[in-house]
């Protein structure tokens, strides 16, 4: 990309509006618009790393062996009254009559249009275990949206749906979500603790919430500072593994990690002091056991291998699709801006041209924009006519990993300056040896 043909409409000075550090950055690097209170409009920018997000998403429910699929923003309150939860979500509900005066909804989540799809069409137990998800806007009418995308009214949720004949099956489908989701957030260059906590209006008894520690997080957290040292890594994993799956779960959930709802001071008083934190932690996924909770409500049975029939074992796991843009900032930036994680930067490199429109400094720049993308990255080309100090300014607002600085001085030597923007170390080379060091 071309900056003088992208839209990036960076701001100069902190919106006034802005209460934390990502909404700021969100803002003034031409990411959002918000059109309304937690209502935005994602501009190329913020939407390229969005689109990141969902792409890791879908590679790791895929390779955990569920199903994408999508179901509609606006449903029907017949089925939410079958469940009995239309009258009992409550006011973050936002409740739409159509013409006809019939009672409709914008979800704000979809345990019960899935059920409404699994109870048509299975009724056998040798269709099961099924797990679908989607990745689709909810909305909730918080009563105070805030901190940009991190608690909007409208968010992009990634929802899955566990279906299985036994408790146990459903237990494994549980360990999975926590398997996958450990390998989601890491690939987002995040660490989310799984932490124990309570469910809500989904209901159910087992439930974890995956928490990124930061100042400006919502919940309060008490753990064991031993959990922060866990790391999935690049483990193989055989997602049908009933054992492997619970090993992992077990390695990763057995020390004292809760937020505020679940805290219990005398469990927490068995932590060895030193170890003992609490801390704030923002809320990027949680998943759900809930047995037969929505399947009996609704009639969602399958015949067993006895014959007798017999309600599904259900879960619910959802990940804050937009509410991680948010996250990934609090947890990675400077006092100059964002600084982009690997796997989910919006560009994986900027070149700037010190001088725009010296013949030698433009062809080195075309030179590297071309090898870059032959290469299959994305180059973000700085060709504007503007001061460098500008340019740099820019790019390290916008956060990219690497950025190339190629000026008619340093062509001389037949070098162009590689800066991490991660350490601010810079070091010259050989515009290929650049190229080398970004693939
Ligand atoms: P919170 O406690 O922050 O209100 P929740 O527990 O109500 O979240 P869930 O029903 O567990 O949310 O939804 C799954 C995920 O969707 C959450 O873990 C969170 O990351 C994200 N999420 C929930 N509400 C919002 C919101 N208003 N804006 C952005 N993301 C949200
Ligand atoms: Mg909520
Ligand atoms: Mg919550
Ligand atoms: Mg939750």
Redesign the pocket.
């Known amino acids: 990309m071309r900056l003088s043909r992208y839209f990036l409409p960076v701001l100069k000075e902190n919106p006034s509006e802005a209460q934390i550090v990502s909404h700021r950055l969100m803002l003034r690097a031409g990411m959002i618009k918000q059109s309304s209170a937690?209502i935005y409009s994602w501009l190329p920018l913020g939407f390229k790393v969005l689109r990141k997000i969902e792409n890791i998403v879908h590679e790791e429910q895929a390779r955990a062996g569920h199903h994408a699929m999508l179901m509609p923003t606006i449903q029907s309150a017949d089925l939410w009254r079958e469940s009995g939860r239309y009258d009992a979500y409550g006011e973050e509900m936002l409740r739409i009559k159509d013409r006809g005066g019939r009672d409709m909804l914008f979800t704000p989540?979809a345990e019960e249009l899935i059920t409404d799809i699994f109870r048509a069409h299975v009724s056998s137990y040798k269709d099961l275990p099924l797990t679908m998800y989607q990745i689709q806007w909810k909305f909730?009418d918080?009563i105070r949206?805030r901190f940009g995308?991190?608690?909007?009214?409208e968010?992009l949720?990634k929802?899955g749906y566990n279906f299985d004949l036994t408790k146990e099956d459903a237990l494994h489908a549980y360990n999975r979500h926590l398997v996958s989701y450990l390998r989601t957030y890491e690939r987002m260059g995040l660490r989310a603790i799984p932490m124990r906590a309570d469910s809500?209006p989904?209901g159910g008894d087992d439930t974890h919430?995956?928490l990124v520690l930061a100042d400006t997080g919502?919940?309060e957290v008490f753990y064991d500072s031993a959990v922060t040292d866990l790391t999935f890594g690049d483990r193989e994993i055989d997602y049908d593994s009933v054992e492997q799956c619970a090993a992992i779960m077990e390695e990763f959930t057995s020390k004292y990690a809760r937020t505020d709802e679940t805290h219990d001071e005398a469990l927490f008083g068995e932590v060895p002091e030193e170890r003992r934190r609490t801390a704030r932690g923002i809320?990027?996924?949680?998943i759900f056991y809930f047995g037969t909770k929505y399947s009996e409500a609704m009639g969602a049975t399958v015949q067993g291998p006895d014959g007798k029939n017999v309600p599904v074992h259900m879960g619910s796991h959802?990940?804050?699709v937009?509410?991680l843009l948010g996250a990934i900032i609090e947890a990675s930036h400077d006092d100059n801006g964002i600084i982009w994680p690997e796997g989910v930067t919006p560009f994986h490199a900027g070149i700037v041209n010190l001088k725009q429109g010296d013949a030698e400094a433009d062809a080195a720049c075309e030179a590297l924009y071309a090898s870059l993308t032959a290469l299959g990255l994305e180059p973000l080309y700085d060709d504007r006519n503007e001061r460098a100090g500008g340019k740099f300014a820019t790019m390290d607002l916008i956060g990219l990993p690497w950025r190339i600085t190629v000026g008619p001085r340093g062509l001389k030597n037949g070098v162009v300056e590689l800066t991490s923007r991660r350490t601010g170390e810079s070091e010259e080379m050989p515009p290929e040896q650049a190229v080398e060091r970004i693939r």
């Not at 995308?149 to 009214?153: D, E, H, S």
């Not at 809320?283 to 949680?286: D, K, L």
């Open positions: 937690g989540t909730r918080e949206p995308v991190m608690r909007g009214r968010f949720m929802d809500g989904i919430e995956f919502e919940s809320e990027v996924g949680q959802g990940i804050g937009s509410r």
